[in-house]
Every structure is written in C-alpha cells, then in structure tokens.
C-alpha cells in the first residue's frame, strides 16, 4: 500500500481468482471452498489494516465485488445432466453450436432444420429451457445482437447440458454459474467504504451493471454509453462526491458482505 501513498493513482485494479476456481473444483458447499473463503478474508483484513497504517483511509475508496454466484452441480449417483445427443443428432441438424458443458447454450441449425430442431430439444428435459432467439425473455438483455445464434438453451440451476458426445461425461465441475440470474445462488455481493460512501448505509440490491456509472462518478469522468444507471447507486454517496472526487481501488473477488466499512 506503500505505492498508493507515494504515487498518484486515480484507478486501480485488483482480481482475485479464489473461491471461483475451489468452487468449480469441489463445489459451492464444501469445507474447502469455506476455507479459501476465510483465506480471502484474512486478505481483505490485511488490506484495511494497510490502508489505515499508510494514511489513506480519507483519501482512498474500496469497491468490492464480483461477477457471478455459483451453485452445486451435482455428479454421480444424482446427476443432473440433460444430453442433447438422446434428442437430436447433431451431425445432421447442426451447422454450428456453442454447446459445451454448462448451464447455457446456443444452436445455429442448418438450412430448413431450425423449427425441427427446435421441437425435439422442446421435448428433451423438464429441466431444459429452449427459446428461438426473438422469443428470448427480454429480461436477459441478450437476445438482440446479431451474433447471436437462433435457438438458444439454458438448465435450471444444477442441470447442466451436455452436447459433446452420446453418453460420455467429460465435465469435472461440481460448482457452476451461467444459469438464470434470477436464482439467488447465482447472485453476487458488493461492499464499498470509503471518504465518499456514507457509513453504515445499507443499499437495495441492484444489478452489476449499475456499478459502471458509480466507478466514473466517484472518477469525476462521463460514462460511455451504457445500461447502467446512477439513480440506483447515488444515495450510498455522500453530498461532497459533487465537488471532488477520491482516488478507486476496485477489487473484483467471489465472496464478501455488503456494508461499509468505518
């Protein structure tokens, strides 16, 4: 924290690859991810200690986020996998596919194959959502782009699809994330404090995206054009953000409260 205090910094960065990784491995539920968890929190104690010890506890904010939840999925003997190989056979239905080993998925069918394809994978799994791409729920803010491909797919959170090969199971995960992010395992957390957050102030939940606008308020710089809003975010700051602004660090983790700090 010592280069915080000699240099002039405006934004700074920090990513932090845990408990992802463990979560993946053994699971969102396990002693082991709860472990790095504590791992984690001893950093973050370590790091408040050095912004008080280096004087810049008045100068400097904290962000604290992440970017997704994670839920189990489970393996054998309750496997929760829907194989798209028991419904269709790709070979002869599927030009072009982004189905890997997940909770999401999106299918380019070939010429004149797309409604049949569609009907089949309808009918596939009680746990398996399919969609035509204009008939995507609008609450997912995804299917407008113009890469995105015609019949799009997701499992209910656990259910994870497989549209590698008949019968082989090849993923290893036992924790996931890209299901609905409305389930709450697939929410995330924030926590900020700071000269130009209110103390003690408990925000509404919202979603990530209204995080973008706060980071240029806080930087004194316009936002580029963006979904986020302001609106949602401002009332955590204090009145004093208008006239000046305090240098960020924002630090991108899986795993940590929402209050402020002070």
């Known amino acids: 924290m010592n280069w915080f205090a000699k240099e002039d910094f405006d934004f700074v960065t920090l990513y932090y690859g845990e408990p992802d990784n463990t979560g993946h491995f053994v699971g969102p539920e396990t002693e082991a ?3 790095i968890i504590r791992q984690i ?17 008045d100068t400097l904010n904290v962000i604290i986020t992440s970017d997704h939840g994670m839920t ?9 996998e829907i ?9 002869d239905l599927v030009k072009f596919d982004i189905v890997d080993y997940g909770g999401f998925g999106m299918i380019l069918p070939k010429q004149g194959k797309e409604e049949e394809i569609y ?4 009918k596939a799994h009680p746990h398996l959502h399919v969609y035509k791409k204009e008939e995507f729920p609008e609450r997912f803010h995804y299917a407008k782009h113009e890469r995105v491909l015609p019949i799009l797919l997701y499992g209910d959170p656990g259910y994870v699809i497989n549209g590698v090969s008949l019968r082989i199971i090849i993923y290893v995960n036992k924790g996931d994330h890209g299901f609905d992010n409305e389930d709450m395992d697939m929410k995330t ?4 404090f700071g000269p130009d957050f209110k103390k003690g102030y408990l925000a509404e939940p919202f979603d990530s995206i209204h995080i973008y606008p706060l980071m240029c308020k806080l ?28 240098p960020l660090l924002c ?3 899986n795993g940590c409260v929402m209050e402020d700090h002070g």
């Open 83 to 91: 194989l798209l190989n028991d419904t269709i056979q790709f070979k």
């Open 219 to 246: 930087l004194g710089i316009q936002p580029e054009l963006n979904n986020g809003s302001l609106a949602l975010t401002e009332d955590m700051l204090k009145s004093s953000i208008i006239h000046a602004f305090s």
């Open 189 to 192: 957390i924030f926590r900020a």
């Open 251 to 253: 630090k991108e983790r």
């Open 33 to 35: 991810r709860k472990k």
């Open 72 to 80: 189990t999925v489970k393996k054998k003997p309750e496997i929760h």
């Open 119 to 122: 009907q089949k994978l309808k």
């Open 41 to 57: 929190d001893r950093t973050l104690g370590y790091l408040l200690s050095a912004i008080e010890k280096h004087g810049l506890k």
